[in-house]
């Protein structure tokens, strides 16, 4: 069944069910709602017991899933709520459950956020310095553009963006601010830039200044630590991943249980973790999907499954 709409279409959908659903009456969140493509496919696996609570922290991904999802909705299956997934356990307490049996990650933008010119996510659109997925936070792109130190924008440029030019284009932005709209500073960045790298280097400025305002980085650190006691055992979490910040904390996460991807070993040289690697390999898209929907070229799917911790200590930051 092909789950896109005009909103969003799902990335690697198929090897998101057959990985992340191990029990048809389980209990499963989709932390990144959008347009409800991987949502909707998930309560067609389910059986009717089967339940998902659904997150998301954009009032159009809200709106957008709600009309699509009123049948599940009005069934119980499908609850939606409006929120960061790094709150995803407080969300679910307050709905009375605890634990999980599995966990969806669809990390990054929408196609909405990214074709809608006034959301200010595209560097090809003209509109307003905005990048924000939650409209109701205060800072915005424009914030950042116009208010960081020369120095504060360089590393966001580099740090979010891996980009190295990123000194040379901090201090054509600080030169040529106010900057206003998303045309003005993609100007900005294209006139900095090498003249044989300016798509590139546009892309991973705008994805930088993309995670700095969303704190995206810091919202899937929070969240990987905190799967650990919200999933069952034999739960699992599932990622997917659209550049390599992001893949390579999926990855040590799932590979060591910490962020840093130490691994520890107990005294007979068995790993100490609470994770089971289900994808020793990132899962990418084929060529059929990848022409029917580019933007799943740069997908990385990566499940783990929660394990007995009878050796394991949880000794994250967060406990
Ligand atoms: C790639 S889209 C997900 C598309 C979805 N899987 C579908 O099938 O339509 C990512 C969505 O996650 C949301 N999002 C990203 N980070 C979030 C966070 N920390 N908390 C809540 N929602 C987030 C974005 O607003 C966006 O709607």
Not at 27 to 38: A, E, F
Not at 116 to 132: N, Y
Not at 167 to 172: K, S
């Amino acid at each position: 069944m092909n789950y896109a709409s005009g909103y969003h279409a799902p990335v690697l959908c198929n090897a998101v069910l057959k990985g992340l659903i191990t029990r048809t009456d389980g209990v499963y969140v989709d932390g990144t709602l959008g347009g409800g493509g991987h949502t909707a496919a998930m309560l067609d696996e389910l059986g009717a017991s089967g339940r998902v609570f659904a997150i998301d922290r954009d009032d159009d991904a809200i709106a957008e899933a709600s009309t699509r999802l009123t049948a599940e909705l009005e069934s119980g299956r499908l609850t939606i709520l409006r929120g960061n997934f790094s709150e995803m356990g407080s969300l679910l307490e307050e709905k009375g459950v605890n634990q999980v049996d599995g966990i969806l990650l669809d990390l990054g933008v929408s196609s909405h956020q990214l074709d809608e010119a006034d959301r200010g996510f595209s560097h090809r659109l003209s509109g307003p310095l905005d990048m924000r997925m939650d409209q109701s936070q205060d800072d915005d792109a424009a914030e950042l553009v116009n208010q960081l130190e020369e120095d504060q924008l360089a590393n966001v440029i580099y740090q979010f963006g891996e980009e190295r030019r990123s000194r040379r284009i901090a201090r054509a932005i600080v030169r040529a601010r106010p900057i206003l709209s998303t045309e003005q500073l993609a100007d900005v960045v294209r006139s900095a830039a090498e003249r044989d790298q300016r798509s590139k280097t546009l892309a991973r400025v705008f994805q930088a200044l993309r995670i700095a305002v969303n704190g995206e980085l810091d919202a899937l650190d929070e969240t990987l630590l905190r799967s650990t006691n919200l999933l069952h055992t034999g739960g699992r979490l599932a990622i997917i991943s659209y550049h390599s910040l992001e893949d390579r904390r999926a990855k040590h996460f799932m590979r060591s249980g910490n962020l840093k991807g130490e691994i520890l070993k107990d005294f007979f040289g068995n790993r100490i973790t609470p994770w089971k690697e289900i994808t020793r390999k990132a899962i990418v898209a084929d060529e059929s999907e990848v022409e029917q929907n580019p933007r799943s070229r740069s997908a990385r799917l990566r499940i783990a499954e929660r394990v007995e911790d009878s050796a394991y200590s949880v000794k994250s930051s967060l406990n």
